[in-house]
C-alpha cells in the first residue's frame, strides 16, 4: 500500500463570482488494513484500498486520480455523482415540490422534471470543513442554508468518516432550526476486481426481498414488490444476468429498527475480495450504473455503462409524498443521526469453475 502524507493540497482559482480561492484538500485514512481517501469537496470517497486474497492493495471504488477532475466542467455534464455525499435529500423528489406547514417549497428539477440528489446545490458539490482528529478518524462539517436547493432549514450537518479494523464507518449527524426534510447518503461505485472494466464478474447477495415499485421515471408509485427472480439475490448471484436485462435501478427495503443490520454482500471470486455493508437506514439503492459514461478515470480508464455498482444505504425515495415511508421530517430540537459501515474481507480464489 502506498504511503502518503495525510493531506493533500491542490489549489485552483474559481471563476470570478468566488473571489476566494478555493482549495479541495485530500484527507488519508489508513490503518494496516484500509487506506481511505476523502476530498473536503463533496464529502467524495476517492479511494478505498484493501487488500486482496493474495495481500495486494487493490482500489475498490471508481473515481480520479487528480481531485480537480471532480469538478471539471465535462464531467458534471454526464455527472454520476462518482463516491459523493448526497444530500440534503438524497435520490428523487416528485416534480421538486414539497409542502410544509401549509407552505410549499419548488426544488431544481434536474431528472425528467423531478429532484434528484437535490440538484446542483446539493451537498456533492459543496466544500466541507475537514477536522482530521488522527489517521482513523475525519469529522466534515457543513451548514446547508435556509432556501438552499430550494429546502427550508439551516441545517447543521456533520459526517465522519472513522476506520476501525477492515471497517469504514460512516456517521451522518444533522439539526435544523425549521421544520425540513432530509436524506443523506453516499454514491461510491464499487468494482471489486478493478482490472475488469465492468462488474458483470462480482456476486451481489441482498438481505431483503422487498423494493419499492417506481414508475419509468423511477418515482415509487407507493407499492411494495416482492422481488421476482431477476431482482432476487437472496444468495450470492452473479451480476452478469441483470446486466444483461439492463441492470438494477431499485430501492430494497430493509425493517425500519433504528439499529445497524446486515444490507448486503459483494464478492469478487478472481480477486477474492468481499465488502458487506451494513446500516440503520431502512432502505438501499442498487444502481449498477447503466448510464456510466466517464473520460479520464483512474490510469486514464474510461468508465463506461456497468463499470461499477452503487450500494446507497438511505431513507426511501420521495418520501415526502408518502405518509407511509419511514418519516424523512426533520424539526427544530431533533437529531438526525444514521450509521453506514463498509467490511472489506477476503477469501480464497476459487478455483472451480463458474458455477453460474
Ligand atoms: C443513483 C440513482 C440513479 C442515478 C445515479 C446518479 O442514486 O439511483 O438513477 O440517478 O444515482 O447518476
Known sequence: ??????????????????KTAMQIREYILKNESLEVHICNYGGIIKNIYTRDCDWKPVDIVLGFDDPE???????????PCLGATIGRYANRIHRG????????????????????????????RQYWEGEQIDDHHLILRYTS????????????????????????????????DRD??????????????????????????????????????????????????????????????????????DCYLFPDLGSIQLMAELSSPQTGILLTILS????????????????????GKHYGPFSGIALEAQMFPDSPHHPSFPSTLLRPGEKYHHTTIYSLNCFSKEETDDIW
Open 145 to 176: 442554508n435556509d432556501g438552499e436547493g430550494g429546502f427550508p432549514g439551516k441545517l447543521e450537518v456533520t459526517v465522519q468518516y472513522i476506520l476501525v479494523n477492515n471497517t469504514l464507518k460512516i456517521t451522518y449527524d444533522a439539526t435544523t
Open 180 to 249: 425540513t426534510f432530509v436524506n443523506i447518503t453516499h454514491h461510491p461505485y464499487f468494482n471489486l476486481n478493478p482490472e475488469q472494466e465492468t462488474i458483470a464478474g462480482l456476486e451481489l447477495q441482498l438481505y431483503s426481498n422487498r423494493l419499492l415499485e417506481t414508475n419509468p421515471e423511477l418515482i415509487p408509485t407507493g407499492n411494495i414488490l416482492t422481488a421476482d427472480t431477476d431482482h432476487t439475490f437472496h444468495f450470492p448471484k452473479r451480476l452478469s444476468g441483470i446486466i444483461e436485462k439492463s441492470g438494477l435501478d
Open 280 to 299: 440503520d437506514y431502512p432502505g438501499l439503492q442498487v444502481y449498477t450504473g447503466k448510464f456510466l459514461q466517464v473520460e479520464n478515470g483512474k490510469q
Open 69 to 79: 477532475q471532480y469538478r471539471s466542467p465535462g464531467y458534471l455534464n454526464a455527472y
Open 97 to 124: 415540490e414539497i409542502a410544509l406547514n401549509g407552505q410549499n417549497f419548488s426544488l431544481e428539477k434536474n431528472d425528467h422534471g423531478n429532484c434528484l440528489h437535490s440538484g446542483s446545490t446539493g451537498f456533492d
Open 1 to 18: 500500500m502506498s504511503i502518503h502524507n495525510n493531506k493533500k493540497l491542490f489549489s485552483l482559482i474559481l471563476p470570478q463570482q468566488n
